[in-house]
Structure formats: structure tokens, C-alpha cells
């Protein structure tokens, strides 16, 4: 049953998406939310495309799918690369504990 498959990929983009929006809001604490998120979903995905194919139709789908994550997360990681810059300014020089 490729439209499982395809209800993963549709799941992760919408949960690409509100990161993305959680980004624009600079709320980085729902954008590791829905991170967190999207990988219980990218690894629900993989065991089940163990077991499920996908056929051309929904392989053409999936693709448009994943564009549109991957703008997604570009959009995502331009928007955090300022807030990564001032988190790594902050902590220079120091140790970090383990």
C-alpha cells in the first residue's frame, strides 16, 4: 500500500513546515519539537517501507514531497544560522562540562 508510505512523507513535510514557522518565530524550542517529531516519523517511514513499495505514480509524489521538505530546511537552517553564531559566541572559550 504505497498511500501509507506517502501519508509518512506528507506527515513530515507538515511537520518540516511548522518547524519552518517555528523558525520565522524565532521559537527554537518548538523547532526542535517538531524535530523531534520528524524523526519519530522518518523512522516509523523506514520500517514500513521494509515491507511497502512505492509504485511510479506515488514515487513522482514523493519527490515533490521531498523538495519540498529540503526547501523547508534550508529555509530552517537560514534562519538558524544566526541564532547558532550567537550560541556558539556565547559559549567560547568555555568548557562544557560532560
Same mark, same amino acid.
Given at each position: 500500500?504505497?498511500?501509507?508510505?506517502?501519508?509518512?512523507?506528507?506527515?513530515i513535510? @507538515?511537520?518540516?513546515?511548522?518547524?519552518?514557522?517555528?523558525? =520565522?518565530a524565532?521559537?527554537? #524550542?518548538?523547532?526542535? /519539537? %517538531?524535530?523531534?517529531?520528524?524523526?519519530?516519523?522518518?523512522?516509523?517511514?523506514?520500517?514500513?517501507?521494509?515491507?511497502?513499495?512505492?509504485?511510479?505514480? @506515488?514515487r513522482?509524489?514523493?519527490?515533490?514531497?521531498?523538495? =519540498?521538505?529540503?526547501?523547508? #530546511?534550508?529555509?530552517? /537552517? %537560514?534562519?538558524?544560522?544566526?541564532w547558532?553564531?550567537?550560541f556558539?559566541?556565547?559559549f567560547?572559550?568555555?568548557?562544557?562540562?560532560?
Amino acid at each position: 500500500m504505497s498511500q501509507i508510505l506517502i501519508d509518512y512523507y506528507k506527515a513530515i513535510e @507538515s511537520s518540516s513546515a511548522m518547524m519552518l514557522e517555528a523558525a =520565522r518565530a524565532e521559537d527554537w #524550542d518548538g523547532v526542535v /519539537r %517538531y524535530e523531534g517529531a520528524c524523526a519519530v516519523l522518518i523512522e516509523q517511514l523506514r520500517d514500513c517501507a521494509a515491507t511497502e513499495a512505492l509504485d511510479a505514480s @506515488s514515487r513522482r509524489e514523493k519527490t515533490r514531497i521531498m523538495q =519540498r521538505i529540503l526547501c523547508n #530546511d534550508a529555509q530552517i /537552517r %537560514y534562519l538558524a544560522e544566526p541564532w547558532l553564531d550567537h550560541f556558539e559566541h556565547k559559549f567560547e572559550g568555555q568548557h562544557l562540562l560532560h
